[in-house]
């Protein structure tokens, strides 16, 4: 009886200390594991640095010392080096894809926000990036946000609420005239010719768009004074038709 409880306990002690033995490199495995899992955070967060900080040089390239923000004399030394216009529907693209606020500026975070959607930090992969973006903002889906974001982009001062109809010709071309040209033509040849609006509000611009999607052209044969369209539009169905004659 002796003798078995000697064996019984000796087995008992080599059992525990396999458990131990186990758990100890359970515990050395998890921490192997940790480390590398550590060590494959810290490469991207590392490139992601590195590309804020490229992003952030190519920002103080253009702007001005005094104000942190590039201003509009730095949007056009930027669009030279774009080889675009300043006033290419493109760069207003640009300021959409940042959320710019005020024209003709663009702030530190701005530009982040951007360019880092853009995958952008540098001008040969910003110029790159150009085709991929004017995709995203002619998607219909977007253009419903993009379209009236132009027209809140070009009110130059705060509580302003409408824009003078040369403004406004000058964005509907912008906008508007690669999906609709044949309408915005005859729009903007009336506006410049009517006397009766000096300025275009919210509710009017957005109506142009409405127009262009769902009347037909040239005919107008579904377009209804009664469907509560802006007066403007009224209008300018009415001289649309008096020229026709």
């Not at 009886?1 to 758990?23: D, H, I, L, T």
Request: with cysteine; net charge neutral; proline share 4%.
């Amino acid at each position: 009886m002796r003798r078995s409880s000697k064996k019984s306990s000796s087995s008992s002690a080599a059992a525990g200390e396999e458990q131990v033995n186990e758990k100890q490199n359970r515990k050395r495995k998890g921490v192997s594991t940790n480390l590398t899992s550590r060590k494959a955070q810290r490469v991207p967060t590392k490139a992601v640095s590195k590309e804020i900080e490229r992003i952030d040089q190519l920002f103080y390239t253009y702007a001005d010392g005094s104000s942190s923000m590039i201003d509009p004399e730095g949007i056009e030394t930027l669009c030279s080096h774009l080889e675009v216009p300043h006033t290419d529907v493109r760069i207003l693209m640009l300021a959409w894809k940042m959320g710019c606020e005020k024209q003709g500026y663009f702030t530190l975070d701005e530009w982040r926000t951007g360019m880092k959607a853009l995958r952008a930090d540098s001008i040969s992969k910003l110029k790159k990036a150009f085709p991929e973006l004017v995709q995203e903002v002619t998607r219909s889906s977007n253009f419903q946000d993009f379209y009236p974001y132009a027209f809140r982009y070009c009110l130059t001062e705060d509580k302003k609420k409408c824009i003078e109809i040369p403004v406004a010709c000058e964005l509907l071309n912008l906008v508007l005239s690669l999906q609709f040209r044949p309408q915005v033509e005859k729009l903007i040849n009336y506006l410049k010719h009517q006397n009766e609006y000096k300025v275009i509000n919210m509710d009017q611009w957005m109506g142009f768009l409405r127009f262009c999607n769902e009347i037909n052209f040239p005919s107008l044969d579904n377009y209804d004074a009664d469907q509560a369209w802006p007066l403007i539009l009224d209008n300018f169905v009415e001289w649309l038709r008096a020229s026709e004659n």
